[in-house]
């Protein structure tokens, strides 16, 4: 029987480069305490082997709570770790070749900023979209211009994907995100950059599924 694919509601991206307190594993401890169904593990630079393994230990973590546990960029680290799927930007690996790679039972997300990208993403066969920046966002220095809540829910009614919003998402916002048709949205600084990441993730969850639509899963 073939195992269906998670796509999470509540994407928690781990962050050490805006932060520093906490580790990548620490944040996504935390994150799955306070609801988080997803944690995405960016990171941008440094020794493939300390990527490798701090991804077998969040691994671990998201198995164990029975979240679904995604890498940013890396296709050999996702390899690598078991993960149970993969995050691609526009200029990342090419995404119809991570599926020939990962097969057809792995998550493979991709990011888009507009119509057209999203369109590119659909066809290539993603199984998820990341969609943004939705509102202005310090947290991605790759950011490109805000898309705003118009073009998120034009989005939404163009592809019968999941769709995640992305970029300057915050508790006040939420409501109109998850009104436009978003699947859930995916943070980082609003988790990672706060005093107690555990409290800030179960307050978004709270207003996620408040506001959101269907229960959780």
């Known amino acids: 029987m073939k195992k269906e694919k998670k796509i999470g509601r509540l994407h928690i991206l781990t962050d050490t480069e805006?932060?520093?307190r906490y580790s990548h594993v620490a944040l996504a401890e935390m994150a799955v305490a306070g609801g988080a169904d997803t944690i995405q593990f960016r990171q941008k630079s440094g020794s493939t082997r300390e990527m490798i393994e701090t991804a077998k230990k969040?691994?671990?973590?998201?198995a164990a709570s029975g979240a679904t546990f995604i890498v940013n960029d890396r296709l050999d680290v996702a390899i690598a770790s078991k993960a149970d799927g993969i995050h691609l930007g526009q200029d990342d690996f090419p995404i119809p070749?991570?599926?020939?790679?990962?097969?057809?039972?792995?998550?493979?997300?991709g990011s888009a900023a507009t119509l057209e990208e999203a369109a590119i993403c659909a066809e290539?066969?993603?199984?998820?979209?990341?969609?943004g920046p939705v509102f202005p966002t310090g947290s991605?220095?790759?950011a490109g211009p805000v898309s705003g809540i118009d073009i998120l829910g034009k989005t939404v009614r163009a592809f019968p994907?999941?769709?995640i919003a992305i970029g300057?998402?915050?508790?006040?916002?939420?409501?109109e995100i998850m009104h436009a048709g978003a699947h859930g949205i995916a943070v980082i600084s609003a988790v990672c950059c706060r005093d107690d990441p555990k409290e800030a993730a179960r307050r978004l969850f709270e207003i996620l599924y408040k506001k959101g639509s269907g229960e959780r899963g």
């Open 124 to 131: 290539e066969g993603v199984d998820y979209i990341g969609f």
């Open 168 to 175: 300057g998402i915050s508790e006040k916002n939420i409501p």
């Open 140 to 142: 991605k220095s790759d």
């Open 58 to 62: 969040m691994k671990k973590v998201c």
């Open 18 to 20: 805006l932060q520093t």
């Open 97 to 109: 070749l991570a599926r020939k790679i990962l097969g057809d039972g792995r998550i493979i997300g």
């Open 161 to 163: 994907l999941p769709i």
